[in-house]
């Protein structure tokens, strides 16, 4: 991705958001290896159809350094949707399971 691509994230399950939280930091180029840690992120815990936890992580960068969240808290998401937020600079996705619940899909 660079600052020419569209920051626009999708939903990835079909779910219910459990919870938001936002933490403030800097604005590094999001190449970096600290940027994971140090920059603006906003972090949603999504349940899946399954009973999933998926941990959706968003990262502010260099240039796209608003976290727009456009999502509320036991809103009902559908698998796509671009309702989670906008201009960000990094997502990632995190799926936490259980052994008898589902296995990893990646």
């Known amino acids: 991705m660079n600052v020419f691509d569209?920051?626009?994230n999708r939903t990835p399950c079909k779910g219910k958001i459990e919870e938001?939280?936002?933490?403030?930091?800097?604005?590094l180029n999001a190449s970096f290896d600290k940027a994971s840690e140090d920059?603006?992120?906003n972090?949603?815990?999504?349940?899946?159809v399954?009973?999933?936890?998926?941990?959706?992580?968003?990262?502010?960068?260099?240039?796209a350094r608003r976290i727009v969240c456009e999502s509320n808290k036991n809103q009902e998401l559908s698998q796509g949707e671009k309702n989670?937020?906008?201009?960000?600079?990094?997502?990632?996705?995190i799926r936490f399971f259980e052994?008898?619940?589902a296995t990893p899909c990646f």
């Not at 989670?84 to 996705?93: A, D, G, H, L, P």
């Open 20 to 27: 938001i939280l936002y933490k403030p930091g800097k604005f």
């Open 43 to 48: 972090y949603y815990k999504i349940k899946d």
């Open 84 to 93: 989670i937020t906008r201009t960000i600079n990094e997502i990632k996705v």
């Open 50 to 63: 399954n009973g999933n936890d998926i941990i959706v992580v968003q990262i502010a960068g260099l240039i």
């Open 6 to 8: 569209c920051h626009v």
């Open 39 to 41: 920059n603006e992120r």
């Open 99 to 101: 052994a008898h619940k």
